[in-house]
């Protein structure tokens, strides 16, 4: 199973991972409506530190529309949809095609993948995993597809104008007579207020609605040898830094697994990571127990 965040939420990308027996888990757009309290059940989950934790969640079957185009069949998928509810009321919801996992595990997986962020942050600072291994760049071949420029602009004019058009709605919505006893001097710098937002609101829109226009005619995707000179660029990726940085990975899980052997007997299991750290920047003798087939490792200065 595939859990990622909204920003590969797409139906076509999900029929594929279906046809390819690949079970996915990611967060809903375009949630319009929250779910009746009665549907919701209280659950009782255990964190990875080993703390319990009650939390609320409500499952339902849900169709998913992608848009329809010219002359061809809408395309549609059913999924699970689960949401849960927080203190304060909030639902998030979640969406997978697997059909195994409990209600329980869908969350846990969907919000652990916070863990991801946590990682690469990590690995960051503690192995140094966006460091430059080589200038040797790798060239991009002029077949390649790329993202068009154009249409990565008209992509943030949209969002930018629609985050723009909310805020003002809500401004509109909140100029109000503050009582019925205004002077007319008042009530006309109110009406005033009135038109000139509601104006400005008509001519956001038709600004959108312009660069909708033109996000259609626009190609998502652009060959490299269609771009302009300037907007060309060299890969830095390549095969020694993918090597160096699988290392890295291996040095992380083997860190983690020895992480998880230790935790569950320290008294704050949080500071693990910072134990094993310090072991590794200790001195220590190496020794083989080839009766055993043991591999022992003693560490200098150290009560641990």
């Known amino acids: 199973m595939l859990v990622f965040d909204r920003e590969g939420y797409s139906i076509e990308f999900f029929e594929y991972l279906t046809e390819q027996r690949i079970a996915f888990c990611t967060y809903r757009k375009n949630v319009k409506e929250d779910w009746g309290e ?14 319990t934790q009650i939390i609320q969640l409500a499952e339902r079957q849900t169709i998913l529309f992608g848009k329809k185009e010219k002359d061809k069949k809408q395309k549609e998928i059913t999924v699970r949809e689960i949401r849960k509810k927080t203190a304060s009321g909030h639902q998030t919801a979640i969406i997978t095609t697997n059909k195994i996992l409990t209600v329980v595990k869908i969350a846990l997986f969907m919000f ?3 863990g991801q962020e946590n990682f690469f942050k990590y690995m960051v600072e503690s192995f140094g995993i966006d460091s430059i291994t080589s200038y040797i760049k ?7 597809s790329v993202i068009n420029p154009r249409y990565r602009e008209l992509d943030r004019q949209h969002k930018t104008l629609s985050a723009t058009i909310n805020k003002k709605k809500i401004k509109y919505a909140g100029i109000t007579l503050q009582n019925k006893e205004m002077s007319e001097k008042e009530i006309q710098r109110y009406t005033k207020n009135k038109n000139d937002m509601k104006l400005e609101i008509e001519d956001l829109e038709k600004q959108r609605t312009a660069v909708i226009e033109a996000k259609k005619k626009t190609g998502k995707k652009i060959l490299f040898m269609d771009l302009d000179e300037n907007q060309k660029f060299d890969t830095s990726v390549n095969e020694r830094k993918f090597f160096l940085d699988t290392i890295k990975i291996i040095a992380y899980r083997a860190e983690s697994a ?16 910072t134990l094993i750290r310090k072991l590794y920047a200790s001195d220590a003798d190496i020794e083989t127990d080839l009766t055993n087939n043991l591999l022992i490792v003693k560490i200098h200065g150290t009560n641990h």
């Open 138 to 144: 790798n060239f991009i071949p002029d077949t390649s």
């Open 258 to 273: 020895l992480c998880n052997i230790i935790k569950k007997k320290m008294s704050s299991p949080e500071q693990a990571r």
């Open 38 to 51: 009665e549907e919701f059940a209280d659950y009782e989950v255990i964190t990875p530190d080993g703390e």
């Open 112 to 114: 652990a993948r916070w």
